[in-house]
């Protein structure tokens, strides 16, 4: 049974009174200032319904109108009384706004100056140069994959700025339509998450990486195991450009998921490949191999199975030594994948224990800078592709993540900004009030798929062009000429120093010379002796 839309009763309750009031006023000859007060907000609530451009005024009929107006007041009444500009919890305001202005194509320049301090460590900024560089094209883009190992290798030629992973089901059909239609615009890539490929990942056509967690979904056995020929199946459509292999996620990594069977409806079942209203686990652990060599050979199998299409794996960064496994096995089989998403531990899901949200995971700029500095200590950098997610929103986001060591970056939450999202924190209730991450089929229906999508590609085409702005200035042509020494960063109120000059670099192939070995930083000192090809484990003297 429908529940009834608790939040049209506003508009039931004014028509009501308009009606009454219609009906006291023709008897009585008064009230004829309630007749007109009613009838406009009923007029209001009516347009409300009608309209399709803000997704929230269709589902909050004339309530909706009051987040708008003070939305709409002074600034000053709006930093000291409701929400400082600059504090991002989890975005901020100016975050949220970039978004929403980039992707409705309004101006999205600021008067008066910068709201931050600049004088207070941990300030960054980016060194300009006095002969600013051409830039032809915003369209920056790398090849992933390709490499002459194989011999039917398909390579990617992707967006350095793309949509992150978000499953159908998490997020709302039209949501998923909206941003793949979106990608389609722009000619960038959407990760399906790790719920797989629905009807509405495929109705728009749009460039999709697939990616598969531990559920197999998409690619399951009945007992949940990983299941060749319906990979293969899935994998052979010319939609899909790149295989993901999903081994821990930024927001609560090693601790899997479920979702209950009350919220597995036909249509998510049919994509997961799993049964309507039972429970839809994702284990915290893969069942397809349990050691680094054994990763590799999966994405090995994968890649083949796909036809040689692009195949790597995403992770979240913890014990060093596990990674320092991985690139050990690398070293030792020569499997090697064609790319790596590092995703940082202040990405976002949309249910997660607190402590696993704010307290487990390494943050992106630490993660990203391990991943970069062991595969250029193994040699191995030249061979892989680095793909980077937490947090990214505005252009220098992405330029610093790329000086850092990246060659692309993925945006999840961003976009989500781009089809409507006001960050009212409410996924896990599925009373998402903009109908961006919600099942309820009323609720979904504020989301109008043609103007979101076309917000979703103005957000990326806008972001990649101040981006263009950005790299100019600097002296630079493309994207993927950023290095470390164009990053600068106060430490204290009195010191700047470069980010080259705080952060632990290796030269190329250090990692394998055994006579560097005393020169090492640290972390790699302590945990590379540590880790074995053989298994995640640490070895023990």
Same mark, same amino acid.
């Given at each position: 049974?429908?529940?009834?839309?608790?939040?049209?009763?506003?508009?039931?309750?004014?028509?009501?009174?308009?009606?009454?009031?219609?009906?006291?006023?023709?008897?009585?000859? =008064? #009230?004829?200032?309630?007749?007109?007060? %009613?009838?406009?907000?009923?007029?209001? @609530?009516?347009? $409300?319904? +009608?309209? /399709?451009?803000?997704?929230?005024?269709?589902?909050?009929?004339?309530?909706?109108?009051?987040?708008?107006?003070?939305?709409?007041?002074?600034?000053?009444?709006?930093?000291?009384?409701?929400?400082?500009?600059?504090?991002?919890?989890?975005?901020?305001?100016?975050?949220?706004?970039?978004?929403?202005?980039?992707?409705?194509?309004?101006?999205?320049?600021?008067?008066?100056?910068?709201?931050?301090?600049?004088?207070? =460590? #941990?300030?960054?900024?980016?060194?300009? %140069?006095?002969?600013?560089?051409?830039? @032809?094209?915003? $369209?920056? +883009?790398? /090849?992933?994959?390709?490499?002459?190992?194989?011999?039917?290798?398909?390579?990617?030629?992707?967006?350095?700025?793309?949509?992150?992973?978000?499953?159908?089901?998490?997020?709302?059909?039209?949501?998923?339509?909206?941003?793949?239609?979106?990608?389609?615009?722009?000619?960038?890539?959407?990760?399906?998450?790790?719920?797989?490929?629905?009807?509405?990942?495929?109705?728009?056509?749009?460039?999709?990486?697939?990616?598969? #967690?531990?559920?197999?979904?998409?690619?399951?056995?009945?007992?949940?195991?990983?299941?060749?020929?319906?990979?293969?199946?899935?994998?052979?459509?010319?939609?899909?450009?790149?295989?993901?292999?999903?081994?821990?996620?930024?927001?609560?990594?090693?601790?899997?998921?479920?979702?209950?069977?009350?919220?597995?409806?036909?249509?998510?079942?049919?994509?997961?490949?799993?049964?309507?209203?039972?429970?839809?686990?994702?284990?915290?652990?893969?069942?397809?191999?349990?050691?680094?060599?054994?990763?590799?050979?999966?994405?090995?199998?994968?890649?083949?199975?796909?036809?040689?299409?692009?195949?790597?794996?995403?992770?979240?960064?913890?014990?060093?030594?596990?990674?320092?496994?991985?690139?050990?096995?690398?070293?030792?089989?020569?499997?090697?994948?064609?790319?790596?998403?590092?995703?940082?531990?202040?990405?976002?899901?949309?249910?997660?224990?607190?402590?696993?949200?704010?307290?487990?995971?390494?943050?992106?700029?630490?993660?990203?800078?391990?991943?970069?500095?062991?595969?250029?200590?193994?040699?191995?950098?030249?061979?892989?592709?680095?793909?980077?997610?937490?947090?990214?929103?505005?252009?220098?986001?992405?330029?610093?993540?790329?000086?850092?060591?990246?060659?692309?970056?993925?945006?999840?939450?961003?976009?989500?900004?781009?089809?409507?999202?006001?960050?009212?924190?409410?996924?896990?209730?599925?009373?998402?009030?903009?109908g961006v991450a919600t099942q309820d089929p009323l609720r979904q229906r504020a989301l109008v798929v043609s103007d979101k999508a076309q917000r979703v590609a103005n957000f990326h085409a806008n972001t990649l062009k101040a981006l263009a702005e950005l790299i100019a200035a600097v002296g630079l042509t493309h994207p993927s000429q950023l290095k470390p020494h164009h990053l600068v960063r106060r430490v204290s109120p009195n010191q700047v120093k470069l980010v080259a000059s705080l952060l632990p670099y290796l030269d190329a192939g250090q990692l394998l010379d055994q006579r560097q070995m005393a020169r090492l930083p640290p972390v790699f000192g302590t945990y590379w002796p540590l880790a074995q090809a053989e298994s995640f484990q640490p070895l023990t003297s």
């Amino acid at each position: 049974m429908q529940k009834f839309p608790y939040r049209y009763l506003t508009l039931l309750i004014v028509s009501f009174v308009f009606l009454f009031s219609l009906m006291i006023a023709f008897l009585l000859h =008064a #009230g004829w200032w309630l007749v007109l007060i %009613s009838g406009a907000l009923t007029a209001l @609530g009516i347009q $409300d319904l +009608r309209q /399709t451009k803000r997704s929230l005024r269709r589902n909050y009929p004339i309530l909706a109108n009051f987040r708008f107006f003070f939305e709409m007041i002074r600034p000053e009444l709006r930093q000291y009384f409701l929400e400082d500009d600059t504090e991002a919890t989890p975005f901020s305001r100016n975050q949220r706004s970039i978004v929403y202005q980039r992707a409705k194509e309004e101006t999205d320049k600021r008067p008066f100056g910068t709201q931050y301090n600049v004088y207070e =460590a #941990g300030y960054e900024w980016i060194n300009h %140069s006095i002969s600013p560089a051409k830039v @032809g094209s915003h $369209d920056f +883009r790398i /090849t992933v994959g390709g490499h002459p190992d194989c011999a039917r290798a398909q390579p990617y030629s992707a967006s350095v700025f793309n949509i992150s992973a978000m499953s159908f089901g998490a997020l709302s059909a039209n949501a998923i339509l909206a941003l793949n239609s979106g990608a389609k615009k722009d000619n960038f890539m959407h990760d399906t998450g790790e719920g797989s490929i629905s009807r509405y990942h495929r109705e728009n056509g749009g460039d999709l990486v697939w990616e598969i #967690g531990s559920g197999y979904f998409g690619c399951r056995n009945q007992d949940g195991s990983f299941s060749e020929q319906k990979f293969s199946e899935n994998a052979a459509s010319p939609q899909v450009k790149m295989i993901e292999i999903k081994l821990s996620q930024g927001a609560k990594p090693g601790h899997g998921g479920l979702l209950p069977g009350s919220k597995v409806t036909i249509e998510i079942a049919a994509a997961r490949g799993v049964n309507v209203a039972e429970d839809c686990v994702s284990p915290a652990t893969h069942s397809a191999f349990d050691t680094p060599i054994g990763l590799l050979q999966f994405v090995d199998k994968l890649r083949n199975l796909s036809g040689g299409k692009p195949t790597g794996f995403k992770l979240a960064i913890g014990h060093p030594w596990e990674f320092f496994g991985i690139v050990k096995a690398m070293l030792a089989t020569g499997i090697v994948p064609d790319f790596i998403v590092v995703d940082g531990g202040e990405g976002g899901t949309g249910a997660a224990p607190v402590e696993f949200t704010d307290h487990v995971g390494t943050p992106l700029q630490e993660a990203l800078l391990l991943v970069h500095n062991t595969l250029v200590g193994a040699n191995l950098r030249d061979k892989i592709k680095i793909g980077a997610s937490g947090k990214i929103i505005t252009a220098f986001d992405i330029a610093r993540t790329l000086a850092l060591g990246a060659d692309w970056c993925n945006s999840a939450r961003g976009f989500m900004f781009a089809l409507g999202c006001i960050q009212s924190q409410s996924c896990h209730t599925d009373r998402c009030p903009t109908g961006v991450a919600t099942q309820d089929p009323l609720r979904q229906r504020a989301l109008v798929v043609s103007d979101k999508a076309q917000r979703v590609a103005n957000f990326h085409a806008n972001t990649l062009k101040a981006l263009a702005e950005l790299i100019a200035a600097v002296g630079l042509t493309h994207p993927s000429q950023l290095k470390p020494h164009h990053l600068v960063r106060r430490v204290s109120p009195n010191q700047v120093k470069l980010v080259a000059s705080l952060l632990p670099y290796l030269d190329a192939g250090q990692l394998l010379d055994q006579r560097q070995m005393a020169r090492l930083p640290p972390v790699f000192g302590t945990y590379w002796p540590l880790a074995q090809a053989e298994s995640f484990q640490p070895l023990t003297s």
